[in-house]
Each structure stands twice: as C-alpha cells, then as structure tokens.
C-alpha cells in the first residue's frame, strides 16, 4: 500500500506566534486545496491537524505519476498561500506566510498496513503506518521537500526517477535512525527550485 503524508512545515511556530482566527482561516483552507489536487485516486484515511494522511491500495503509480501529484500539491499549496495573503491582507501574520508555511510530503510503500473501517472513516493500522509518520521527523535541513522511503524508490530505477523529476538534478540520499525501528534510508528531492522553475 502507498502511504503519501503532506505535512504543513511550521505548522506549530505559526500557530503560536499568531491570532487564532488566522490560523483557523489558514489552515483549513491549505489542508482542503491539498485534498482537492489529488488527481492520482488517493484515498483520504485522516486530516491530522497540519497534515492528510493519502493510501492507494490497488496498482502503484508510476513514478512520473507520483511527481507529477507531488509537484501539484506543492505548486497549489503555495499559490493558495499567495491567495491567502492577499485576501486576509491587514491581518497580522498574513503577509508573512509563503515565509512561515512550507510543505514536506512523505512517500512510504508498505506491506504491514491493515485498512479498518471504522464508522464512514477508513483507519490505517501497522507498522508501516507508524514509519510514515516516523519519516516526518528526519535530519532534512529543509521544509520543502519529497521524501521517497526505501522500500518506495527501490521499485523504481536510478534512470525512472531522474526522469521523473524535471526541476532539479539533485536526488539526495538520507538516513535517520529512529527509536525501535532503527535506521531507515531514504531519498529526497528539494522542492523550492520546483516554484523558481515554474515562475520563470
């Protein structure tokens, strides 16, 4: 099963430091317009406070297809941001937040996920789901980026992935261990070159 997580970077800081009726416009807003870019048929299992949690059960995507919904998410997320500012202008904070906000979205192909239904809402239950979630808390000195976890990138090749990613030629490797589940590799691409590529 596909995990895909994106998750609003400076989800906290932002909460704290400004008016809670800007938050409260903000963030619903963000979260709805990620739920509405999803063209791949991801299913929404959760809407954690800064984040959707997506599964795709059936066929994986190719890797073009999950780059191409990636850079999607990311494009309308940051537009949204630009629409926000000006429509909540003279609101404290509201000129700050392509500034404040940044979207991660984590990428994670497992085997130990059981989908409960549970009332109208489908849980996400196993191991993999907790390393998803996990693979949010990393050494990634960024809060814009695709990160493709082992298990995930290995199905495609060096040449497919390359390929797929027409932003950046820089595919990184990284690793963090992570208490009781040990040390877990990943690759990431930054997303920040993506809106520069885009704007020119």
């Given amino acids: ?45 959760e809407i954690e406070g800064d984040a959707v949690l997506f599964f795709k059960q059936d066929e994986l995507p190719s890797i073009t297809e999950l780059m ?9 997320f940051y537009a949204k941001l630009k629409v926000l500012g000006h429509r909540l202008e003279g609101i404290e904070g509201s000129d700050d937040l392509a500034k404040a906000l940044g979207l991660k979205i984590i990428c994670h192909l497992g085997t130990d996920i059981e989908a409960v239904t549970i009332g109208k809402h489908i849980k996400l239950m196993g191991e993999d789901v907790i390393i998803a979630h996990k693979l949010l808390k990393n050494n990634i000195e960024s809060d814009d980026y695709v990160l493709l976890s082992e298990s995930l990138y290995s199905k495609y090749s060096e040449q497919q992935l390359q390929e797929a990613i027409d932003w950046t030629n820089e595919i990184k490797d990284g690793d963090y261990e992570y208490e009781h589940i040990g040390i877990k590799h990943f690759k990431y691409i930054d997303l920040k070159s993506l809106r520069v590529k885009k704007a020119m």
Wanted: some cysteine; hydrophobic content about 40%; proline content about 4%.
């Fill in 68 to 76: 191409a919904q990636c850079s999607k998410f990311y494009l309308n």
């Fill in 1 to 45: 099963m596909l995990i895909c997580i994106p998750d609003i970077s400076g989800f906290t800081k932002f909460m704290s430091e400004n008016d809670k009726g800007l938050s409260s416009k903000v963030i619903p807003s963000l979260l709805n317009d990620i739920i509405y870019s999803n063209e791949i048929g991801l299913k929404v299992s």
